[in-house]
């Protein structure tokens, strides 16, 4: 039996949708393939940056990760908007997306294993 592949994506008002991808089997992986996918304009930290924001991480998550000041990551922010034609993020990683220049398989996605226990001391934002 195949797993079952789910993408869930939360709207603008914090609304969740599920799509079931079942009906694309392999051919959602395949068609990523390094050979299939069209020449993207974006360097490989660009693009990294592009996966990472897809995954919700803001500017400073963004570079605590990569180990890069806050500033290029602005930076490179403000680039590949420029590269892509976009004028938002959402708009970016749709396009990117859909020109199969980022493969949603590979969006690194920022989800904690697990939430603090209340009283802590730490709130949910500064975790």
């Known amino acids: 039996m195949k797993p079952n592949r789910w993408v869930s994506i939360v709207g603008r008002n914090g ?18 393939s390094p050979e299939a996918r069209p020449q993207s304009p974006f360097t490989n930290r660009e693009t ?19 180990c890069i000041s806050s500033q290029a990551v602005r930076t490179h922010r403000k680039n590949i908007l420029r590269k892509s034609g976009c004028e938002n993020t959402a708009g970016l990683i749709a396009d990117c997306i859909r020109r199969r220049w980022v493969s949603p398989m590979t969006v690194v996605a920022d989800v904690p294993t697990a939430m603090p226990a209340s009283g802590d001391g730490i709130s949910p934002a500064s975790a």
Request: hydrophobic share 45%; no cysteine; aromatic share 14%.
């Open 48 to 66: 990294e940056i592009i996966r990472l924001m897809a995954g919700g991480f803001n500017t400073s998550a963004i570079a605590d990760r990569l």
């Open 15 to 32: 609304e969740s949708f599920d799509f079931d991808l079942g009906p694309f089997n392999s051919n959602v992986e395949s068609g990523f």
